[in-house]
């Protein structure tokens, strides 16, 4: 089953591809407040499309984000931005992921993990981002397309540690 944000992603993607995009573009220029604004059921349905109406978008995107507004679905509307961006991607063969570490990492064996990756994705582009997790202790575990590979400290003295208990009794 898919989710209310995945549906208005779609939606929005078979509408207009590039309109998908400025979606985006708007989730990443509204704050907390700005939102808000929209999500609140005090606030007017018509001062709202005054807002909206004032941001240079497409008629296909306005009209979207009009109907967001009628059906109150605007907290819905980071899951949708979300959406959007794997549409996006999975249009373009790229697939995203996370390299987690506890230090932080060098730019050129951010490249080696992500050649690395690569291999498991042959026809898609591989784009990590790196975040930090002091909890591994040294190592790191990388989550993209769905798999992880971890090859963190912590992951080997739990694996350790499993064993041991396997023969203890």
Known sequence: MHSVGDLYAKTLFELEAEGALQICELKKALSAEDLSFFCSSLIPVSDK????????????VLRFLHRLTLNNRWSYFGQICESVEKLV???????????????????????????????????????LKVQQKEDLINGLRV????????????HHLQHFKAQVRKYEN
Do not use: H, W
């Open 143 to 154: 989550e993209v397309g769905g798999m992880s590979f971890d090859d963190s400290i912590l």
């Open 49 to 60: 499309f005054k807002v909206l109406d004032q941001i240079p978008f497409s008629e296909n």
């Open 89 to 127: 991607d999975e249009k373009q063969g790229v697939v995203r992921g996370v390299i987690y570490t506890a230090k932080p990492l060098l730019e050129g064996d951010k490249k080696t993990v992500e050649a690395s990756v690569q291999k498991f994705f042959k026809n898609r582009k591989v784009l």
